[in-house]
């Protein structure tokens, strides 16, 4: 038996997608934690870099790295950057993603091409190349989304279908990487206030039991936990934070 005890105060950790919303909120809450952070960013070098420079302030340890999620070769050089400045992985999160959203019978194919690469090949690049440096005992959180569970509008079918990919995925995947004792778990939010939802937050509010969207330290706080620990017995899990939405 591997075990999973991970001590916090000398273990790295990479979040793909981690200069906006959710995922500068996931990586400063594994900074707080003790984690040193890669994190990885496609076009917002400063937001990036206000990220990392924010916990370096803080006293922990950061780098950000370019690297778009749909290119092997950057996401192999983020891991491989990660893993000289860092040391060795021990959780991985990819949240890197996008959203669009339209009826399937006009839906355009270039946006389905962006779905499908981003959320779900990218999620597959980067778990493949993380993997490799990933310590036993170690942890793959991805991000999906609540919309995998339940049919939110009639415009989101792409999307969906791209997150409901990345639930199979984690399911055979904690199986594959079980006899090293590295867990895999897929946090699935409903609403959460970011770039993402900016303008279609108030005509989500009503339809959400605690009549509130959420908020990336939300998110972030469910990452700490499976980061931590005290999560090594769960994985393979589909993990929904979504006010009540999904019910
Ligand atoms: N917000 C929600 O309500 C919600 C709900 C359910 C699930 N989610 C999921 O949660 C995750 C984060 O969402 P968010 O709302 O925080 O999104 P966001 O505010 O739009 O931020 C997206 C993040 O992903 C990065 N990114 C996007 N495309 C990338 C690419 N090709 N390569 C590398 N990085 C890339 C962005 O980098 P740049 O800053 O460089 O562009 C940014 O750091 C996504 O997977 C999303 O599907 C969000």
Same mark, same amino acid.
């Given at each position: 038996m591997i075990d999973a005890a991970i001590d916090r105060q000398s273990a790295a950790a990479i979040v793909f997608g981690g200069s906006r919303g959710i995922g500068a909120a996931i990586a400063q809450q594994l900074a707080d934690d003790g984690f040193a952070v890669a994190l990885t960013y496609l076009g917002n070098a400063d937001k990036a870099e206000a990220v990392s420079n924010s916990i370096r302030t803080g006293g922990g340890r950061a780098i950000a790295v370019r690297a778009d999620s749909r290119d092997p070769a950057e996401v192999r050089h983020a891991v491989e950057a990660a893993s000289r400045e860092l040391g060795p992985l021990d959780v991985v999160v990819v949240n890197a993603g996008a959203l669009r959203i339209a009826p399937l019978r006009t839906f355009?194919? *270039?946006?389905?091409?962006? &779905?499908?690469?981003?959320?779900?090949?990218?999620?597959? &690049? #980067?778990?493949?190349?993380s993997m490799q440096v990933l310590r036993d005992g170690g942890r793959i959180i991805t991000i999906g989304s609540n919309g995998a569970v339940r049919a939110g509008s009639p415009e989101?079918?792409?999307?969906?279908?791209?997150?409901?990919?990345?639930?199979?995925?984690?399911?055979?995947?904690? &199986? *594959?990487?079980?006899?090293?004792?590295? @867990?895999?778990?897929?946090?699935?939010?409903?609403?959460?206030?970011?770039?993402? @939802?900016?303008?279609?937050? +108030?005509? &989500?509010?009503?339809?959400?039991?605690?009549?509130?969207?959420?908020?990336?330290? *939300?998110? +972030?706080?469910?990452?700490?936990?499976?980061?931590?620990?005290?999560?090594?017995?769960? @994985?393979? #899990?589909?993990? @929904?934070?979504?006010?009540g939405m999904v019910l």
């Open positions: 355009p194919r *270039e946006d389905f091409d962006l &779905l499908v690469d981003i959320n779900i090949r990218g999620v597959f &690049l #980067a778990i493949q190349a989101g079918g792409v999307y969906a279908m791209t997150k409901a990919a990345v639930a199979s995925l984690v399911q055979s995947l904690a &199986l *594959e990487l079980a006899p090293r004792g590295i @867990t895999v778990n897929n946090v699935q939010p409903g609403p959460i206030e970011t770039d993402m @939802t900016a303008g279609m937050i +108030a005509g &989500l509010v009503n339809r959400i039991p605690l009549r509130r969207i959420g908020k990336p330290c *939300e998110i +972030a706080a469910l990452v700490s936990y499976l980061a931590s620990s005290d999560a090594g017995y769960m @994985t393979g #899990a589909n993990l @929904t934070i979504d006010g």
